[in-house]
């Protein structure tokens, strides 16, 4: 079964920097997406960026980008030049192999920027 | 264009009460997913429909738990009898056809509390 983890509880970076955070995926389906999710306070859930297992390049959007090592089932986000509204919940999550297109969640990861 | 929608925002009931949580996908969105998020953890899949196939229901928690969907339309989460442990956000998310590419898009989520 397919399982996502992200190890890091909670993250400081100061504004204007990069920060990386880790995520981890287990899986033995070779067809499959990875998919960040921003959650601010507010609760709702943000689409971030995907990866494609088949990808060969790694994906960025704006100031986000995946950085997807195959071998070592990671595929960790990067976010360039943080802002004060980044600071939020970043969620990790892959589909599950099978008919459907269901996500498996990691646990999160609490960003905070500090001025 | 509109977004996922849900209604409530906010439900409090008391145990052993039926509830009705209302979903409304992006206009044009043939998969439908509910998920629901504990305080402090990721989200767990309850439940998928895509388009006129049968629902995989592999993640509902009990048989209190049931979601029904018609058409590409409106979906609605019932849980029946509920319990202080069905407390959470119950959130709502639609993708264009449910396959590995798609980008599930998530509504505001309705926040239940039990007591």
């Known amino acids: 079964a397919q399982k996502i983890t992200q190890t890091q509880p909670g993250m400081f970076v100061q504004e204007k920097e990069a920060v990386t955070l880790d995520c981890t995926y287990d899986t033995s389906d070779p067809s499959y997406g990875l998919f960040w999710y921003k959650q601010p306070s507010s609760g709702e859930m943000i689409f971030l960026i995907y990866q494609g297992s088949y990808d060969q390049q790694n994906a960025t959007e704006g100031r986000y980008s995946l950085n997807f090592q195959k071998a070592r089932k990671s595929a960790n986000l990067v976010i360039s030049a943080s802002q004060l509204g980044d600071s939020a919940m970043y969620f990790c999550?892959?589909?599950?192999?099978?008919?459907?297109?269901?996500?498996?969640f990691g646990t999160g990861t609490l960003l905070a920027v500090q001025p | 264009g509109a977004g996922v929608s849900q209604s409530p925002s906010n439900k409090v009931t008391e145990k052993g009460k039926d509830v009705e949580l209302r979903c409304d996908p992006i206009s044009g969105h043939t998969a439908l997913y509910w998920y629901r998020q504990r305080l402090g953890q990721g989200l767990e899949f309850l439940i998928y429909f895509q388009g006129n196939s049968a629902p995989d229901k592999s993640g509902l928690p009990s048989d209190r738990f049931s979601a029904e969907r018609t058409g590409e339309s409106v979906s609605t989460l019932t849980i029946q009898r509920t319990q202080q442990e069905d407390s959470a956000v119950y959130l709502c998310?639609?993708?264009?056809?449910?396959?590995?590419?798609?980008?599930?898009?998530f509504g505001p989520g309705t926040r239940l509390t039990v007591l």
């Open positions: 999550a892959t589909n599950y192999g099978g008919a459907t297109n269901k996500l498996i």
């Open positions: 998310a639609s993708s264009l056809v449910g396959g590995r590419q798609d980008t599930q898009y």
